[in-house]
């Protein structure tokens, strides 16, 4: 008997139906509405925000650290400059960024994640969203991004830095600038790349690592954004999709 005529039962390892395996897949099936609705309503309510600024920096950076301080002043300048500020809506950097843009009337976006430690969401935020997945946070903080400022941090604000180098390198979006500040922290890497990637073992092209700008100030930083800032290619990076006609269409 087929699947189909069993009903879409599974077969287990004696020809008996395997109810755990069909369950499991029923569970995978509905998690795809799940990862939709993250997707529905992240896009509902970022398209509303206009362009913005996505700040990154770690979760443990302490409200008595200079570089909580610069953030703060960060998301200011980026709120003066007319954008939002998104960030990942936890504490450290995210939330001094937050309260920049949020004691400057500014809109002040948190892309909150469910974490089992760690990840609460921070008071600056007037426009909170939360995430399961982080792919799909993701592509919140990229898609409606005029560019990006980067503060010291842990494995997620690489990820992210490495991830949009990807996405920028192989052409699946288009240019836009990511600035890192504190040369202190970011200098290391950037010698690396360049020495032992670009040029040592050549995987990437010299030109990648002109991809960034590294700062020590988030004036210079905000400025870099702004004055890159094309509000037409910013309305075609956003705009929806409208699928074209399909192969073998005649009309």
């Known amino acids: 008997m087929s699947e189909l005529e069993s009903g879409g039962a599974t077969a287990g390892p004696n020809g008996d139906r395997d109810f755990t395996r069909d369950l499991a897949m029923s569970r995978e099936t509905w998690r795809l509405f799940r990862i939709l609705s993250e997707f529905i309503d992240g896009f509902e309510v970022m398209s509303k925000v206009g362009p913005a600024v996505s700040v990154f920096g770690s979760a443990r950076t302490k409200p008595d650290h200079p570089d909580y301080a610069a953030a703060v002043e960060a998301g200011r300048l980026i709120c003066q400059a007319g954008f939002g500020c998104i960030t990942g809506g936890g504490p450290g950097i995210m939330e001094a960024a937050n309260k920049g843009a949020y004691d400057c009337g500014g809109k002040s976006v948190g892309l909150n994640i469910q974490l089992p430690f760690e990840q609460e969401p921070n008071r600056y935020q007037n426009v909170p969203l939360d995430f399961r997945y982080f792919f799909v946070r993701k592509v919140m903080f990229v898609k409606y991004a005029v560019g990006f400022v980067m503060f010291p941090g842990g ?6 830095f490495f991830e949009t180098l990807t996405l920028m390198q192989t052409r699946k979006i288009e240019r836009f600038p990511i600035v890192l500040v504190g040369k202190s922290y970011w200098e290391g890497l950037v010698d690396w790349m360049r020495r032992e990637l670009a040029e040592r073992r050549e995987t990437i092209s010299p030109g990648d690592v002109d991809l ?21 290619a910013w309305r075609s990076q956003v705009r929806p999709t409208i699928p074209g006609p399909r192969l073998g269409d005649t009309h």
């Open 155 to 160: 494995f997620g604000t690489l990820d992210e």
């Open 212 to 232: 960034f700008s590294v700062t020590d100030d988030v004036g210079e930083a905000v400025e870099i954004i702004r004055s890159a800032y094309d509000p037409a």
